[in-house]
């Protein structure tokens, strides 16, 4: 069967990755409340449908921060997406790059900022801001020296929220002989993912571009267990004129689901902000990132571009988030469950699905620029 939805593209990577890198991907925070409520509150919105107008002609393209996008579309930073396929950073940001898109490199990916540079052309760049400042400026001047157009400073993540799928899947909290012992078996029962990240040209999986910072091991677990200790709480928005001493380009907020938060996201002087719960893997409960939104559109205005993500599963729910004030959307999961289903490949062709998702619920909206996008689309 051949993958024809986001929901087909989870169901491939289920069977080819490891239930470790399955669930981490697909699990979130607690309960899993604003997971759910993310995909849900897209969901029953309705489009508005007209009919018997001339829809030869569409319009998909935005410009925004200096950058062109053939959709209003990018993909979310998603960390360690060098274990779901091999070299999964450089794989996306080539699928991305082919469709016109921006792709967001994580802090705490496998592929450093210059090989994916290298593999495809320089990602935004996704910053959480850790303890030492010191490496912290040489991050962000390797992230300026390699070309990256744009920073997207996360918050929303002082610390990792608790996913107790990581924990029954022994992704987190298992060490030692069990520990291995879970990671071999898994890895054995796994061969094609096993071939890809081990035979095929898959290492060496560490977190490139922080690899230099940490002293005490090798494997992505001692990335992960130094990074849990490493990321500063104590950041506010004064750590912004630190980010600034170093990054002179746009500068994008992720992580906003409050319109206080969104007010002093203009007043610290950012370019851009992206309403986020994390894909619902932090702090369970708040609410989802399509019913911030309106909010949030409201108390900034014109003062910055507003993005979000959370739940974007399709084309239509692209459109019901432009019409709700959204700049362009992100997608997390949707790329890197297509990543896991079978790489490049598969990142291309869900995004091109994406696309004539998006210009179907134009067409049969009446919408013919993505840009005039508005809530005469809904049925409110
Ligand atoms: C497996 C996974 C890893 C993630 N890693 C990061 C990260 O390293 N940095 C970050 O800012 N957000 C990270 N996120 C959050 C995404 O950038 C994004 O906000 C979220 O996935 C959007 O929700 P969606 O998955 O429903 O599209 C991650 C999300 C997932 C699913």
């Given at each position: ?63 925004t921060l200096g950058q062109s996008l053939e959709m209003p579309l990018g993909l979310s ?253 992100f997608v997390g999961r949707a790329w890197a469950y297509a990543l896991g289903a079978g ?38």
């Amino acid at each position: 069967m051949k993958p024809a939805s986001v929901s087909d593209y989870r169901e491939r990577a289920r069977r080819r990755l490891p239930p470790m890198f399955f669930e981490y991907i697909d699990g979130g925070s607690y309960a899993e409340v604003t997971l759910k409520r993310n995909v849900e509150d897209l969901e029953v919105i309705a489009l508005r449908q007209r009919v018997m107008r001339d829809m030869t002609k569409l319009d998909m393209s935005v410009k925004t921060l200096g950058q062109s996008l053939e959709m209003p579309l990018g993909l979310s930073p998603v960390g360690m997406a060098g274990m779901y396929a091999r070299r999964g950073e450089a794989q996306a940001a080539r699928a991305a790059k082919a469709a016109g898109l921006p792709f967001c490199l994580s802090t705490v990916s496998v592929c450093s900022v210059e090989e994916v540079t290298r593999a495809a052309t320089a990602p935004w760049f996704q910053l959480y801001m850790l303890k030492d400042r010191g490496y912290m400026r040489e991050l962000l001047g390797r992230a300026k020296a390699a070309g990256c157009p744009v920073l997207v400073f996360t918050v929303d993540l002082p610390l990792p929220g608790a996913r107790y799928r990581d924990v029954r899947s022994g992704f987190t909290g298992a060490t030692g002989l069990e520990g291995a012992l879970n990671t071999a078996w898994q890895g054995m029962t796994h061969p094609e993912w096993s071939w890809d990240l081990f035979v095929a040209g898959g290492r060496p999986h560490t977190l490139g571009n922080v690899q230099d910072a940490v002293k005490e091991g090798r494997r992505v677990t001692d990335f992960l267990s130094w990074i849990a200790r490493n990321f500063d709480r104590s950041v506010t928005w004064k750590d912004l004129d630190f980010v600034r001493e170093v990054w002179d380009g746009p500068i994008v907020i992720k992580g906003v689901l409050d319109a206080d938060d969104a007010r002093d996201t203009v007043k610290a002087g950012a370019q851009g902000l992206i309403v986020s719960n994390h894909g619902g893997r932090q702090l369970d409960g708040v609410k989802s990132s399509i019913a911030a939104l309106p909010r949030i559109v409201d108390a900034v205005g014109s003062d910055l571009e507003v993005y979000m993500d959370g739940g974007v599963r399709s084309g239509l729910d692209v459109l019901k988030a432009l019409s709700l004030g959204a700049k362009a959307c992100f997608v997390g999961r949707a790329w890197a469950y297509a990543l896991g289903a079978g790489g490049e490949a598969m990142v291309s062709r869900m995004l091109g699905t994406l696309k004539s998702e998006l210009a179907t619920a134009m067409i049969l909206t009446g919408c013919d620029d993505v840009k005039s996008a508005g809530p005469e689309l809904l049925d409110l």
